[in-house]
């Protein structure tokens, strides 16, 4: 295994036991390394890179839960950056682009690239879409950073409910992603 | 926004991740599937009352061992499947021995049987319901299985659906066991894996659809 795949790990598990600091750094890496990934295999499409590295980011996030540290992350990151890029692709079919061959290696921590394009699809936007409900918890929680409690107190929701609605939003905002055509 | 804004926000108050729930979640979904199919079984077919003068019959635990052979190593290959990146290993053969044990087993049956025999022996008297009420018994799992495999994150999709009907139909035809009066391998060998083939084809069928994400 490569230094990259223990680093990441290491901050990835730490991240999933609870470890904001760790976690930001992961995803921090993450998106370099997918954007390396995503560049090597959209060589026609450059403009599309930094767009499938945030769903991709996205995507990673919401299905944290299913990592099982007992594994290597590099098979578990490659299996969901190619689960969006195949996609990814059978969305812009119409557009031709040329698919290069996806299997056979595991190369997607690698090599980083740090130099971000600027995304198309704003997020941002995506995210003001989502009903209120799910917004607002985000927004609290998610963008302003304030504790769970504090969410719950603001939108007369359970905390239990705030962290529902947050990992629900998270989810249909991927959705929305998605199914845009 | 950009990238580094997302993982800001994507960080931003995470708490511990229960790891485990997906698989409890999963657990919960399969027990309910199998409690309704036994309750189907039994209002609808009722448990064979003679049931008890075949647990002599060796014949009768190869074909509950057979069965729930193929649902443990359905479920295997069905989390396998069920969480990105991780390799099936020897599931595709664990799937695949009971299926080929048991048609070895119809060969030789078959072999030692007289001609006009054989038709009974393959055909049994519950040849014609038998695929149909397997697949019917192996809904309500299924529909657990694949609400289960949802709590995960499958890329292959229609892999993953396959998988789970197969458990389904494993677990389908355990619970038929109990009201089929059937023992005779070549019956075995090919009826009831048509009965859990059904709904493995129908699980591979609606696993792109359900199972996206």
Known sequence: MTASEDQLKDLAVRGLDGDAGAYHRFLVELSARLRA????????????????????????????????????????????????????????????????????????????????????????????????????????????????????????????????????????????????? | MKTDELARLLATGVERVDRRAPLRRAGIAVALGVLLAGALMAGWLGVRTTLGEDAGAPMLWVKFAFVAWLAAAGAIAALGLARPGVRLARAPVALAAPVLGMWVLAGIVLAGADAPERATLLLGQTWSTCPFNIAVLSLPVLAAALWGMRGFAPTHLAWAGGASGLFAGAVGAFVYAFHCPELAAPFLGLWYVLGMLVPAALGALVGPRVLRW
């Open chain 1, 37 to 181: 990934f995503l560049r090597r295999r959209l060589p026609h499409a450059p403009e599309e890179v930094e767009d499938l590295v945030q769903e991709t980011l996205l995507a990673i996030h919401n299905q944290r839960h299913t990592f099982d540290s007992a594994q290597p992350l590099t098979p578990w990151v490659h299996a969901i950056a190619r689960y969006k890029l195949v996609d990814f692709f059978r969305r812009r079919s119409r557009e031709n682009l040329t698919l290069e061959p996806l299997d056979g290696e595991l190369d997607c921590l690698s090599t980083a690239d740090t130099d971000a394009a600027e995304a198309r699809r704003d997020l941002a936007k995506l995210l003001d879409a989502l009903p209120e409900r799910q917004r607002l918890p985000i927004v609290y929680v998610k963008v302003q950073g304030l504790s769970v409690v504090e969410a719950a107190r603001l939108t007369g929701m359970s905390e239990s409910a705030v962290k529902v609605a947050v990992h629900r939003g998270l989810k249909a905002l991927a959705a929305m992603i998605r199914d845009a055509t």
